[in-house]
């Protein structure tokens, strides 16, 4: 026979798992539900996809690089290189962007991330890249 202490233990021990799997399955469906991102970089893309969107970018910052860099860097001669992580929605607007490497001059860090400002927004996702992807991380570095 079972004593009340004993069945009182296993009811405790019963409620505290009830508790552990409603936990590990609200963090399973926070899991599901997390946005679905990818890295972009020039050496690492492999998908003819990825490779345009990633070129099509390239040509809009460097276009708008050339425009706008900035007179003060040029008329001291500043020059550098920073990498720079720019995260892309499908919709292609800016969702954050964030200095990896510093060039070690402000201006032109500042410059860089000036220039993805006026760029955006970027092309929408194309459906080969959309299928997998809500947000696209593009890593470059910026000379």
């Known amino acids: 026979k079972i004593s009340k202490e004993e069945m009182l233990a296993n009811l405790n021990r019963q409620i505290e798992m009830a508790s552990y799997e409603a936990a590990l399955e609200e963090k399973r469906q926070a899991y599901a539900k997390r946005p679905k991102k990818r890295v972009l970089t020039s050496a690492s893309t492999k998908r003819a996809a990825d490779a345009a969107y990633l070129e099509s970018w390239r040509r809009k910052i460097e276009y708008l690089g050339n425009l706008n860099y900035p007179n003060e860097a040029k008329k001291r001669r500043i020059h550098g290189e920073l990498r720079?992580?720019?995260?892309?929605?499908?919709?292609?607007?800016?969702?954050?962007?964030?200095?990896?490497?510093?060039?070690?001059?402000?201006?032109?860090?500042?410059?860089?991330?000036?220039?993805?400002?006026?760029?955006?927004?970027?092309?929408?996702?194309?459906?080969?890249?959309?299928?997998?992807?809500?947000?696209?991380?593009?890593i470059r570095t910026w000379r």
């Open 84 to 138: 720079l992580l720019v995260s892309i929605n499908s919709d292609g607007t800016l969702r954050e962007m964030k200095v990896l490497k510093s060039s070690g001059h402000r201006i032109l860090d500042q410059a860089a991330m000036e220039i993805v400002r006026i760029a955006a927004p970027f092309s929408v996702f194309p459906p080969e890249i959309k299928q997998d992807t809500d947000i696209l991380e593009i």
